[in-house]
């Protein structure tokens, strides 16, 4: 089993910056992929980013040039640098585990273990 907990999520106003973090136990850190998807009301989870051993990194259009993913693979954790926040950037965020082979990291069903989620507001 894997264990994923966020952290980082908050209140900010537009055009400022978050850092989540993506805390993993339990079975050995994956050198498969690591994702961030995101949930605002009403609408259905949406993929942010993405990175693969830290050598692959794939971002949604909407975010592509103000999110940052990394990870740390001696820390287990998976972080996603969010600048320039924009408000409609609101919803939970949520990290998420692949042990898949070839997954494709976009696709939320490709993901088998899922944080609780962490809530970012963007004030306008």
């Known amino acids: 089993q894997v264990q994923l907990v966020e952290s980082g999520g908050g209140l900010v106003q537009a055009g400022g910056s978050l850092r989540l973090s993506c805390a993993a136990s339990?079975?050995?850190?994956?050198?498969?992929?690591m994702g961030w998807f995101r949930q605002a009301p009403g609408k259905e989870r949406e993929f942010v980013a993405a990175t693969i051993w830290s050598s692959s990194t794939y971002y949604a259009n909407s975010v592509k040039g103000r999110f940052t993913i990394s990870r740390d693979n001696a820390k287990n954790t998976v972080y996603l640098q969010m600048n320039s926040l924009k408000p409609e950037d609101t919803a939970v965020y949520y990290c998420?585990?692949?042990?898949?082979?070839?997954?494709?990291?976009?696709?939320?069903?490709?993901?088998?273990?899922w944080g609780q989620g962490t809530q970012v507001t963007v004030s306008s």
């Open positions: 998420a585990q692949s042990f898949r082979p070839l997954a494709t990291v976009t696709s939320a069903g490709q993901y088998d273990y």
């Open positions: 339990g079975r050995t850190f994956s050198r498969y992929a």
